[in-house]
């Protein structure tokens, strides 16, 4: 009986959690539609969510996350699919070299913001080397990539970490496929670089995809570095949101948690996308058998 019963006592606390996660969710959503009926407010509306996507400076925050997020997913993945391909053809997936290429992802993002505000800040490392060659006149003139509108700062900082992360997260079976496939489509003449592009990137697709995605949803809801690196305005939508949290006013509220529910919708969305890519490819394999 009590062998029986040990299962159902270990999963007691992931039950546990998950209710409180329900509670939290479910809160969320609701205070997102104004109903807080400790302040008063018990009808439902969309009036919050409207604001956020009509005011200015909502609406800056809203495409300024998104454009960090898509630029900071699409650079990394491609800079780390490249970095992965260089890496298979030599024949460099195991051993010292990877253990170097995966540093990276275990240092916190707060770490790599002050890498980045050490290095590339107008009082950084890079500044005064070039002011140092005498390429210019004052450290002042060196461009403001950090602290700027337009977040290359922040994708910069993002680059660094995700590129290993696209790297381990693929190179696994890029290496898999290229070592049997791809030695297969060299034997039969293609040469390394046609082989790669032909047989070995269009089976990592739905890998690549989901690498992509990871990291834009990631990026999307982080607040550490917009918080950090970001310019005073626009507000990344994490940060804006937390603004809002924080209010003296409770009643804004609602506004917080609505940037939330965005966040989480365009989330949920990413994650529609990639279901619809595995199906439309399972759909096409199974057209080829």
């Known amino acids: ?20 996660f329900l509670i939290g969710l479910i809160t969320g959503i609701a205070q997102s ?8 407010l018990t009808e439902p509306t969309l009036f919050y969510y409207k604001e956020i996507l009509t005011k200015p400076d909502m609406v800056r925050s809203v495409l300024y996350s998104l454009r960090i997020a898509f630029f900071s997913a699409l650079f990394s993945t491609a800079a780390g699919v490249l970095l992965c391909a260089v890496l298979v053809m030599s024949r460099r997936t195991k051993g010292r070299m990877m253990r170097i290429v995966q540093l990276p992802i275990v240092v916190p993002h707060v770490v790599v913001a ?12 890079l500044a005064r080397v070039i002011y140092a060659f005498g390429l210019i006149g004052e450290q ?18 993002y680059l660094w970490k995700e590129i290993p992360f696209i790297v381990y997260f693929v190179i696994a079976l890029m290496a898999n496929i290229d070592g049997k496939l791809g030695e297969a489509a060299v034997n039969l003449g293609a040469g390394k670089v ?44 994490p ?3 937390y603004i809002q949290y924080t209010h003296p ?39 080829n058998k």
Do not use: H, W
Request: charged residues 10%; contains cysteine.
């Open 194 to 237: 046609q082989a790669f592009f032909r047989v070995t990137l269009p089976l990592c697709a739905n890998t690549i995809y989901s690498g992509f995605l990871i990291i834009f949803v990631f990026a999307l809801g982080a607040y550490e570095l917009p918080f950090i690196l970001g310019a005073t305005t626009p507000k990344a939508l």
């Open 249 to 287: 006013d409770l009643r804004n509220r609602p506004y917080a948690m609505a940037l939330n529910g965005l966040i989480m919708a365009i989330s949920l969305l990413s994650a529609c996308v990639y279901l619809a890519l595995m199906r439309r490819s399972q759909k096409k394999l199974a057209g």
């Open 140 to 157: 002042q003139e060196f461009p403001a990539l950090i602290y700027d509108a337009g977040g290359f700062g922040i994708i910069l900082a």
């Open 33 to 40: 539609l104004g109903v807080i009926p400790a302040f008063g």
């Open 1 to 20: 009986m009590r062998k029986k019963l040990t299962p159902y006592i270990l999963l007691v606390p992931q039950i546990i959690l998950t209710i409180f």
């Open 114 to 125: 002050l890498f980045v505000i050490n290095i590339c800040s107008q009082n950084g490392l």
């Open 239 to 241: 940060v804006q949101a």
